[in-house]
């Protein structure tokens, strides 16, 4: 029978063929599950996230307990204020402590209610409330 580990040079070529299947298995997993929004959504999502980074909310506000510290994490503050966009957008409008009025459009509020809408859907702002896979993502599935 052959030994397949009997030379360094057998050794490699396993571990080649390993790497291959791995590979071609890995770029086989969809990165995304299907999306709720359409094509046209997803670009209004982008859309809200410019606006997001126009105003650079991202200096006082985490998402995915990313960004500054000055105020809360907003990752989930859609559903935290009861899918209520009229408290969003009074926020926004006329500030809140430290926090300033915007002077934002109405075209940039939807669209930036609408990406606050899907981070919201996307996960949670605690990472560690998520169950780690073997391949270093994470489920969506909580803990
Ligand atoms: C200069 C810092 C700063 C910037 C910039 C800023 N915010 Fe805020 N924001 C705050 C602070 C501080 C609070 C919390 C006030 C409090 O304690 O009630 C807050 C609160 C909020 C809340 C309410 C949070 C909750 O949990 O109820 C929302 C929504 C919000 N901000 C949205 C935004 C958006 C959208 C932008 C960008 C257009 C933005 N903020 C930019 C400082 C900022």
């Given at each position: 029978?052959?030994?397949?580990?009997?030379?360094?040079?057998?050794?490699?070529?396993?571990?080649?063929v390993?790497?291959?299947?791995?590979?071609?298995?890995?770029?086989?997993?969809?990165?995304?599950?299907?999306?709720?929004?359409s094509?046209?959504?997803?670009?209004?999502?982008?859309?809200?996230?410019?606006?997001?980074?126009?105003?650079?909310?991202?200096?006082?506000?985490?998402?995915?307990?990313?960004?500054?510290?000055?105020?809360?994490?907003?990752?989930?503050?859609?559903?935290?204020?009861?899918?209520?966009?009229?408290?969003?957008?009074?926020?926004?409008?006329?500030?809140?402590?430290?926090?300033?009025?915007?002077?934002?459009?109405?075209?940039?509020?939807?669209?930036?209610?609408?990406?606050?809408k899907?981070?919201?859907?996307?996960?949670?702002?605690?990472?560690?409330?998520?169950?780690?896979?073997?391949?270093?993502?994470?489920?969506?599935?909580?803990?």
């Open positions: 029978m052959l030994n397949l580990f009997a030379h360094p040079k057998h050794i490699f070529f396993v571990l080649f390993c790497f291959i299947a791995f590979s071609v298995w890995i770029y086989t997993i969809p990165l995304f599950s299907p999306s709720q929004y094509e046209k959504e997803l670009h209004l999502v982008a859309e809200g996230r410019l606006v997001w980074q126009k105003y650079n909310c991202h200096t006082c506000h985490q998402l995915y307990g990313l960004g500054g510290y000055l105020g809360p994490d907003l990752t989930n503050v859609y559903s935290r204020s009861g899918n209520n966009e009229h408290y969003i957008r009074g926020i926004v409008k006329s500030g809140v402590k430290q926090m300033p009025a915007f002077e934002i459009s109405e075209d940039e509020m939807k669209v930036l209610l609408l990406f606050l899907n981070v919201d859907q996307s996960g949670t702002s605690n990472p560690q409330d998520y169950q780690p896979e073997i391949l270093g993502t994470f489920s969506l599935e909580k803990k």
